[in-house]
């Protein structure tokens, strides 16, 4: 049975002041507890690895904006149902990289709120004005950006912090999944100007999380 939109709306809200405020549990086990234990990190690898998991931490507090967003905006109930299975996933990844923040002695970002709200205002203008595909192509094209920048991540974590790149490493085989799912449900590739405006955006809030 599909959702009223009163019923979705307070879904949306519950989900924002989740992301924003509780403290989320993962359906899934962390995949640091998996990884062989390294070496001591130094002051200085604590301080790079707690910059880089903030960053994902505020990637994935976007993630959950635009997913609940999406799924606010569309009338297709097979694709409100694609979109909440993907941001179950994404909410292991907010709490593994807020267990590990919390681990390395460091926060997340001080402009949360302001991550989410640009993100939700993305996402349901996406669905809105573009319809399913259009949003649909959204996501791939979010999933393929964070996929790389992930994959960046893994070459600059330290060797040593095994657990902050076990969950790296997690995350990006979930994005690619997210990515390829998309895809398959009828995503449209995105204009050039429109990807250069995302990467130009992204570029602007991971810069601007690894210190704030």
Aim: charged share 25%; with cysteine.
């Amino acid at each position: 049975m599909d959702l009223s939109l009163t019923d979705r709306l307070l879904s949306a809200v519950d989900s924002s002041l989740r992301t924003l405020v509780a403290a989320l549990q993962a359906a899934r086990p962390n995949p640091a507890r998996q990884a062989e234990a390294g070496t001591v990190l130094t002051k200085r690898e604590r301080r790079l690895s707690g910059a880089l998991m903030r960053v994902n931490h505020v990637g994935e507090v976007c993630a959950q904006a635009l997913y609940t967003a999406q799924a606010l905006g569309t009338r297709d109930p097979e694709l409100r149902r694609h979109l909440d299975a993907a941001a179950r996933d994404e909410t292991d990844h907010l709490a593994w990289t807020r267990e590990r923040l919390d681990e390395l002695g460091d926060r997340v970002s001080w402009l949360n709120p302001l991550w989410y709200a640009g993100a939700f205002s993305i996402g349901l203008l996406a669905g809105r004005i573009g319809g399913d595909a259009l949003s649909l192509g959204f996501v791939v094209e979010t999933e393929r950006q964070v996929e790389a920048h992930l994959a960046s991540h893994m070459d600059r974590l330290p060797s040593a912090d095994t657990a902050s790149r076990a969950i790296v490493a997690q995350m990006k085989e979930d994005e690619a999944r997210h990515a390829d799912a998309a895809l398959q449900a009828g995503g449209k590739t995105l204009p050039a100007p429109v990807r250069g405006l995302m990467r130009l955006a992204a570029k602007v809030m991971t810069t601007t999380a690894h210190r704030i």
